[in-house]
Structure formats: C-alpha cells, structure tokens
C-alpha cells in the first residue's frame, strides 16, 4: 500500500532552469554513467522529461537519481520518500519554485507516469515512458546537474505567537554549512544578521543582530529565542522533513520567505498563550476563577467589573488591567475594550457577570412580580451579555485571523436555570435562556469573520453568594448533584472556558456543566 506523504513538494519550473543555469555552471554535472543502465526516462508533451531508477534497480542508495528537467538539462530533485507495490513505485519530491509551494507526488509504473500537484494552475499531468532507444539518447546528450537550490532546512520552531525562527545551511553538494537564520511570521519572514555560532556537545547558539536561538541537543528537543533580556521557549518543528519551510526567490537562491508546515497541527488554532483576554464579573466568583486560569495559561487579561477595590487587586495579582464598567452601558465596554487593545488584539471575551432575584410571578398574597425588578434582572443577564458579545466582536473582526481563519472566541454564562427554571427563578431562569438562546444566532453570525461563541450553563458552585450559608444549607444543595456530590469549584469552570478557546471546533453550542444535576420544582 502505498505511503500517502503529506509533504511539501514542488517541481522545478522551465523558468526557474533558465534563471539558474549560469549559477549552475559553476558546479560540475553529476555522472551517471555508473548507473544509466538502471534509470527509467519519461517525457511529457511539453518536452519535459524525469529520470527515475528502474523497480529492479530500487536498492541501496538509489534516491540521488531521480532528476527532472528538459531533454538538454536535468536537474536532481530531493527525494522525500518512495513507497513500492509490485511494478507501481511512488516518489515524493520538493524543489523551490518561481512562485509558491505545492505538493506533488510522482506516481509510477511500466505505463507512465503521473505528477499530481495540489496547486490548480498546474493540476496533474501524465508522462509516458520512452522506448530503450529513444532513453540512451536523452541520458546520453543530457546535462545532469545538482539541485537548483544549494540549501537545506536544518532547523525550524516557533513561539505561541505564531513566530518562526529557521536555520538552514548549505547542501553538501555547495560545501556545507554557512548558517542562516529567518525570524518572523508566515509570509513575512526576515533574515537576521549573524554575528557567531557556537556549538558543542551542550547544544548550538546561533547570535544574530535580532536576538539569540539556542538549540540544546538531547531528547527533549528544547530550543530558546533571548532578545532583550527575554527568553522565550520555542515549540521545535520535528521532523523538519515533515514541515518544511521554503525561502524562494525568482532566482531560486532562498531570499523572501513562504512557509509550508501543513505537518503542525497545533498551529493556526486559537491559543491562550499570548492572547489578550476580558473577563467580565471578573473580580470575584466565576469570573475571577476563569481570570486566574487563562492568565496562568499565558493570556493578557482584562478585568472588567463594578467593584473597583476586588477587581483592581486581582488585576494587580494577575498582572492584567482593570477596568470598571457596567455591563449594561455600551461607553464603559468600549473604554474596557480600548484598553484590552493596548495590550494586543483582542481574542477571547468572556462574560461571567450577572445577578440574581427570588421573586414569583404572583406571591403568596396574589402581588404580581415587580416589573422593574424583572427589567434589571433581564438587563445584566441577557443585555448586559449582548452588549459585551456585540462590541467584542466588532473588535474582533479587526483582527488578524490565525492561519486557520479564526479572529476569536466569545464564551457567555447561562445557567442550568435556563432548563430548569425552579419556583421563583422566573426572571432568572428567562435572562438565562435568553443567552441561552443567543448561542446558536450569534455563532451562525460571527462565522463569517471567524469568531466562536460557545455557552456555559453552570449548576450550583461554589462562589462566595454561596460562602455565607451553613454546610448543613451548602449540603441541601447538593444532594441532587448526581456525581460528584458536591458544589461545583470556579476553578473547573474557569477550565473549562480554557477548553473552550483551545477546541477550535467547538462552536454555537451551549454545554451543562453541572455533575448532571437537574433541579427539581424547588
């Protein structure tokens, strides 16, 4: 069965052959004399010709004769893999091109072969094999030379922020090493300036102008970038075959930067590491637990709250910012939001305040339920939340996407109540299934500029509204928690709304977290 290499691949254009054929002069062509009674030659329509190693011949080291090129010139393509089935064998090559990057896979067998590349200016294209005769002719009068590229991928990593830094090195072929090293985002890599390497049995130092990479040798694979007094642990890209990154110019010789790492799947998903983050009720309860959770998961957080002493001091503990603001006033959350884009793009909005009111449609005397009191219940819980989601989003979409499109992600607080109203929940439990009922709306509205809204329902936690009760009240309220029988700890909600930002595909739902509790009439 045939290895399907997900793999960056290219194959090298006429106009790239003609850009490079001066450079190439100065290094001497390849004899295959040794060998030509063992290689295979395809043609094409256009004239283009590929030399590949017989299926008989597919031993030892036999990946260094496959080339490609017209029927004058034929230049040696890096192998990635082969994979062989009876007669059928398949290649996987890359080489830099004019422009871009795509996969190609060379399919052979006795009949012909087929190159299929991803990119659809060039689609696929089938190759037949020419007769004995006509093939000592081409691999006799054909120039065979080195790769067109004289460099190699040695090393490539990249921070939470999604920034890369890359090491390559001259082919043997070119006389090796002569380091560089790129540093930047996909698309807008830029070359640093080296000063020294360093190297021993510890790991190597690469010193540039721009900062220093440190690779540190052994099985942890650990690498570092220190700029300015700051060191940043960087996620090394293994193996670099497997993602590979191309830096190509019209002439060949790796100058402007293009990325190919479809391999790393960790990235261009939303990542708390990095990301500037509001809190709304952040100062206390579930609020303040979520706060402390995405900051040790490395976000920039944002308080938001009405109590300025509380919310201060966690910002303060933290490291974050506060900023006091009435979720119901449109002029407070922009401010807050302001400030959230001082620290960077805003990605993750989570909206934890709220209150709550005991009060029945009708009391005990036949009184109907205050309507102001059911007004101001409805404008924290559910406009409140509205008013946070629609203006998050508008900064949102301002955003950058990540590479998988994603601008952010808005996670909104419901309750249990919203399902399972109970006697005098009736303002409650209907701002509730209100922000409830915003989910699925607001996702299928944000999608088109990549913003997540996912919903929490909480049961019975453990915040300080329940801290004053006895144990005996605080166990009354548990009893109807199926497993575990207790209060829910903020510190699981917080984590879960951590899960949240992390899980890219979660999207327009809202989720129970609750120990399956399901609370009865009262």
Same mark, same amino acid.
């Given at each position: 069965m045939r290895q399907h290499l997900i793999l960056a691949a290219l194959l090298v254009s006429s106009a790239a052959h003609a850009e490079t054929k001066k450079q190439n002069k100065l290094h001497a062509p390849i004899d295959i004399r040794a060998v030509v009674d063992q290689l295979d030659v395809f043609k094409d329509d256009a004239g283009s010709v590929l030399v590949v190693p017989k299926v008989a011949a597919l031993k030892g080291d036999v990946e260094k004769w496959v080339f490609y090129g017209d029927a004058k010139t034929v230049?040696?393509?890096?192998?990635?893999g082969n994979s062989i089935e009876g007669d059928k064998y398949?290649?996987?090559?890359? %080489?830099? +091109?004019?422009?871009?990057?795509?996969?190609?896979?060379?399919?052979?067998? #006795?009949?012909?072969?087929?190159?299929? @590349?991803?990119?659809?200016?060039?689609?696929? +294209?089938? *190759?037949?094999?020419?007769?004995?005769?006509?093939?000592?002719?081409?691999?006799?009068?054909a120039t065979f030379l080195p790769p067109l590229w004289e460099r190699q991928a040695r090393f490539l990593a990249r921070d939470d922020d999604g920034v890369y830094f890359y090491v390559d090195e001259l082919q043997e072929d070119y006389?090796?090493?002569?380091? +560089?090293?790129?540093? /930047?985002?996909?698309?807008?890599?830029?070359? !640093?300036?080296?000063?020294?390497?360093?190297?021993?049995?510890?790991?190597?130092?690469?010193?540039?102008?721009?900062?220093?990479?440190?690779?540190?040798?052994?099985?942890?694979?650990?690498?570092?970038?220190?700029?300015?007094?700051?060191?940043?642990? *960087?996620?090394?890209?293994?193996?670099?075959?497997?993602?590979?990154?191309?830096?190509?110019?019209?002439?060949?010789?790796?100058? %402007?930067?293009?990325?190919?790492? %479809?391999?790393d799947g960790s990235l261009g998903r939303m990542k708390l590491s990095g990301s500037v983050v509001l809190v709304t009720g952040g100062a206390s309860g579930l609020g303040a637990a979520t706060a402390r959770r995405l900051v040790a998961g490395g976000a920039k957080a944002v308080i938001v709250d009405r109590d300025e002493v509380k919310g201060a001091?966690? !910002?303060?503990? *933290?490291?974050?910012?506060?900023?006091?603001?009435?979720?119901?006033?449109?002029?407070?959350?922009?401010?807050?939001?302001?400030?959230?884009?001082?620290?960077?793009?805003?990605?993750?909005?989570?909206? @934890?305040?709220?209150?709550?009111? !005991?009060?029945?449609t009708l009391d005990k005397t036949g009184t109907p339920h205050d309507l102001d009191l059911f007004k101001t219940v409805i404008g924290i819980n559910l406009i409140g939340t509205f008013n946070v989601l629609r203006l998050s989003a508008a900064a949102m979409s301002k955003n950058d996407p990540l590479e998988n499109g994603e601008r952010g992600v808005i996670v909104n607080t419901a309750s249990v109540a919203a399902f399972d109203g109970q006697i005098g929940q009736i303002a409650y439990a209907a701002s509730k299934a209100g922000?409830? /009922?915003?989910?699925?709306?607001?996702?299928?509205?944000?999608?088109?500029? /990549?913003? +997540?809204?996912?919903?929490?329902?909480?049961?019975?936690?453990?915040t300080p509204m329940l801290g004053s009760?006895?144990?005996?009240?605080?166990?009354?309220?548990?009893?109807?928690?199926?497993? #575990?029988?207790? *209060?829910?700890? #903020?510190?699981?909600?917080?984590?879960?709304?951590? !899960?949240?930002?992390?899980?890219?595909?979660?999207?327009?739902?809202?989720?129970?977290?609750?120990?399956?509790?399901?609370?009865? #009439?009262?």
């Amino acid at each position: 069965m045939r290895q399907h290499l997900i793999l960056a691949a290219l194959l090298v254009s006429s106009a790239a052959h003609a850009e490079t054929k001066k450079q190439n002069k100065l290094h001497a062509p390849i004899d295959i004399r040794a060998v030509v009674d063992q290689l295979d030659v395809f043609k094409d329509d256009a004239g283009s010709v590929l030399v590949v190693p017989k299926v008989a011949a597919l031993k030892g080291d036999v990946e260094k004769w496959v080339f490609y090129g017209d029927a004058k010139t034929v230049y040696q393509q890096r192998v990635i893999g082969n994979s062989i089935e009876g007669d059928k064998y398949q290649w996987v090559v890359w %080489s830099p +091109r004019v422009q871009g990057i795509q996969q190609a896979f060379v399919d052979s067998d #006795p009949t012909g072969v087929k190159i299929t @590349c991803t990119n659809k200016k060039d689609g696929s +294209r089938t *190759l037949t094999p020419l007769p004995p005769d006509q093939a000592r002719k081409v691999l006799a009068k054909a120039t065979f030379l080195p790769p067109l590229w004289e460099r190699q991928a040695r090393f490539l990593a990249r921070d939470d922020d999604g920034v890369y830094f890359y090491v390559d090195e001259l082919q043997e072929d070119y006389g090796g090493k002569a380091f +560089r090293v790129f540093v /930047g985002k996909k698309g807008a890599v830029k070359e !640093a300036a080296m000063i020294n390497v360093v190297s021993d049995s510890a790991g190597e130092i690469y010193q540039t102008k721009t900062g220093e990479l440190k690779i540190v040798t052994g099985t942890d694979g650990k690498a570092y970038w220190k700029k300015g007094g700051k060191k940043t642990e *960087l996620v090394v890209l293994e193996p670099i075959k497997n993602r590979y990154l191309i830096i190509a110019s019209s002439a060949s010789t790796e100058r %402007s930067a293009w990325f190919a790492t %479809s391999s790393d799947g960790s990235l261009g998903r939303m990542k708390l590491s990095g990301s500037v983050v509001l809190v709304t009720g952040g100062a206390s309860g579930l609020g303040a637990a979520t706060a402390r959770r995405l900051v040790a998961g490395g976000a920039k957080a944002v308080i938001v709250d009405r109590d300025e002493v509380k919310g201060a001091a966690l !910002a303060a503990e *933290l490291g974050g910012v506060f900023a006091k603001a009435d979720v119901t006033e449109p002029a407070q959350i922009e401010a807050a939001i302001a400030e959230a884009g001082k620290l960077g793009p805003l990605r993750v909005a989570v909206s @934890c305040a709220g209150v709550g009111w !005991a009060a029945r449609t009708l009391d005990k005397t036949g009184t109907p339920h205050d309507l102001d009191l059911f007004k101001t219940v409805i404008g924290i819980n559910l406009i409140g939340t509205f008013n946070v989601l629609r203006l998050s989003a508008a900064a949102m979409s301002k955003n950058d996407p990540l590479e998988n499109g994603e601008r952010g992600v808005i996670v909104n607080t419901a309750s249990v109540a919203a399902f399972d109203g109970q006697i005098g929940q009736i303002a409650y439990a209907a701002s509730k299934a209100g922000v409830a /009922g915003m989910t699925l709306p607001a996702a299928r509205d944000l999608g088109v500029v /990549g913003i +997540r809204v996912v919903t929490l329902a909480p049961g019975i936690f453990d915040t300080p509204m329940l801290g004053s009760l006895s144990e005996e009240v605080r166990a009354a309220l548990a009893k109807d928690v199926v497993f #575990p029988k207790r *209060l829910g700890d #903020p510190a699981e909600y917080g984590a879960m709304v951590a !899960a949240i930002v992390e899980t890219g595909y979660l999207n327009g739902e809202t989720i129970r977290l609750d120990g399956a509790l399901r609370m009865p #009439p009262k």
